[in-house]
């Protein structure tokens, strides 16, 4: 507990510097290494995938869909990168049909392109106009949806939520969590509201929160259960009492890309 407590005193601020303070250029940078490391957790860590080209391929396309995001997101060049990464995952398979089975390029696609796109909108959050006041929303209501379902299903978990994928969740812990996730976006959106004075939706907010705390624990759940069907305890050891890239960012994984979506679709901050 204390390792993950220190690493997460230091993970903190360095978030803040990334997407708050650094270019932007450079935070979607990080943010492609970031997700090349989680391509090469979940294919190669989990055994999925074996072939080292492969998953080197599976990494560059990872870091690639970070950059496209930032820069302005063409959908030309996103439909190009797509083509080419097809068809050089499909030149591999034809090289060595009787080793190479569909069942493992579907795994590329999904570590090379399915995941790292949904980890990307973060980057396609802070590129946009008000990207340096809304990039928190998603960190925001995934940790204080986790911290609070931590806490409340300590305290008052009684009923499990996912005995056989995630024994120690509880249906007291969700509900605690998505309280806190509530909480969470109003006290943000008050924020932008008083001393950054913007015109602010506090409804949207709380369809932020409920939402956002759904997607997450279901995002949880659902790379809690690869991790059990492949017999690992942690996606990697990069952080320290928090396991992998994947570990640390499996809700926001989720929360992010339906975030994108609702400052799109219902918008916190009224322009």
Known sequence: MKTRILAAAVLVPALFLIVLVLPKE????????LQAIAS?????RTKLVTKPRLVIYCALMAFAIAVWSFYEAVH??????????FLLMFSEMMRDHV????ETLSMCFVGGL???????????????????????????????????????????????????VSPNKTIEGALG?????????????????????????????IVYGILGCLVGELGDLCFSVIKRQ??????G????????????????LAVAPLVEALLLIMPVIIL
């Open 114 to 164: 399915v995941v790292p796109y949904l980890m990307s909108s973060v980057v396609r959050i802070l590129s946009s106009n008000t990207g340096r006041y809304v990039i928190l929303i998603p960190f925001v209501i995934a940790c204080c949806c986790d911290a609070g379902a931590y806490f409340i299903g300590i305290r008052f978990g009684k009923h499990k939520l996912a005995p056989v």
């Open 26 to 33: 450079l935070a979607a940078v990080i943010m492609g290494i």
């Open 76 to 85: 030309a060049y996103f439909v190009l990168m797509v083509l080419a990464f």
């Open 230 to 235: 492949t017999g690992i305890k942690d996606y």
């Open 99 to 102: 080793k190479m089975r569909f």
């Open 177 to 205: 969590g998505m309280a806190a996730g509530i909480l969470a976006m109003l006290l943000y959106t008050f924020i932008l509201d008083l001393p950054l004075r913007f015109d602010v939706s506090y409804g949207a907010a």
């Open 237 to 252: 050891n990069l952080i320290p009492g928090h396991g992998g890239v994947l570990d640390r960012f499996d809700s926001i």
């Open 40 to 44: 090469y957790e979940l294919l190669y």
